[in-house]
């Protein structure tokens, strides 16, 4: 299994270090899993990458049904994929080619979708499997162009608590590989995002817990499809109970979009484990990757990091 540090082509390699590669390798990480973007990654990035996490996007479902949200041209790939089918596929393939002179072991997409009116709601309209059956859709018709109908590395479908994949059994997990026709795939459980699908996580311990008994339901299959976890907690049940609702008012989308990222963050933590127990979920998944989402902690931009890897040994 392979310690990765979650790193961004929007972030400069020095930014945290002068040599990055060997601070990580100090601290006991492997390699990066890079945040990848719609342009050619500087070859600065090639060293030390393992894996990839391509591009989100936040209701590319909208485009994908001829429904595209009226917003600048420059922006649609960011918010939607494209400003419609066509402009989908292209820049899906277009995101899949840049990632490949890095040789990434894997690609992580999101495997779900949020309608921009929704963002700050607590329901969504969507059922998963709608969002499941469209995502394999343009999954597949973005992959039949690649070399035997198979992307050129590895895809990693991620849960989110959005409609979609969340990975609370395996029933959209089967109901996923029941639809996608291509093989070279996988899945990567985000063990935050899953806690924020789930009720009553209001700790760590809550998380941990939560987690446990989920994956304790899983069959073999759904087990091993699971190459990679995106390693992190988060305890907004508490949050999610109380925040304000808000509709989209007659405001730009983008700049509705802007007021939900506050929101999204009280949601999403990605906060570092602290207690031993978080083990027991990588001693059962036994991920070929676990990637340490987490952010910096008091300026330390290695702080969290070290503090969760050391529970690991």
């Known amino acids: 299994m392979k310690h990765l540090f979650s790193y961004s082509v929007y972030q400069r390699l020095n930014e945290y270090s002068?040599?990055?590669?060997?601070?990580?390798?100090?601290?006991?990480?492997?390699?990066?899993e890079l945040?990848?973007?719609?342009?050619?990654?500087?070859?600065?990035?090639?060293?030390?990458?393992?894996?990839?996490?391509?591009?989100?996007?936040?209701?590319?479902?909208?485009a994908w049904e001829n429904r595209a949200y009226d917003m600048e041209e420059s922006l649609n790939k960011y918010y939607m994929y494209g400003k419609d089918r066509n402009e989908i596929i292209s820049n899906i393939r277009r995101m899949i080619s840049i990632a490949v002179p890095l040789k990434p072991g894997h690609g992580v997409i999101h495997a779900s979708n949020i309608d921009i009116p929704e963002l700050i709601k607590r329901s969504y309209s969507r059922d998963s499997r709608q969002v499941l059956s469209a995502f394999?859709?343009?999954?597949?018709?973005?992959?039949?162009?690649f070399p035997n109908g198979e992307p050129p590395f590895k895809l990693a479908f991620e849960n989110l608590w959005w409609p979609g994949l969340k990975l609370q059994n395996d029933s959209d997990y089967r109901f996923l590989k029941s639809k996608i026709e291509f093989d070279n795939w996988g899945i990567c459980l985000d063990t935050g995002h899953l806690m924020n699908s789930l009720p009553g996580v209001y700790t760590e311990e809550d998380g941990i817990e939560a987690v446990l008994n989920i994956i304790d339901g899983y069959s073999q299959d759904l087990i091993d499809r699971i190459g990679a976890v995106h390693f992190h907690y988060s305890a907004s049940a508490g949050y999610r109970e109380t925040f304000e609702e808000k509709t989209w008012e007659d405001v730009p989308v983008t700049e509705f979009i802007a007021t939900a990222y506050p929101h999204v963050s009280k949601l999403d933590q990605h906060r570092p484990f602290s207690l031993t127990g978080c083990k027991t979920i990588v001693d059962i998944l036994q991920p070929d990757y676990l990637i340490h989402e987490l952010g910096p902690k008091d300026g330390d931009p290695f702080a969290n990091f070290i503090q969760q890897r050391k529970l690991l040994d």
């Open 35 to 62: 945040l990848t973007s719609y342009d050619s990654v500087d070859a600065s990035y090639y060293r030390g990458t393992e894996t990839v996490h391509l591009p989100y996007s936040t209701d590319w479902l909208a």
């Open 18 to 32: 002068d040599n990055l590669i060997g601070s990580m390798n100090a601290i006991g990480f492997d390699g990066m």
């Open 136 to 145: 394999a859709e343009m999954m597949n018709e973005s992959v039949s162009a």
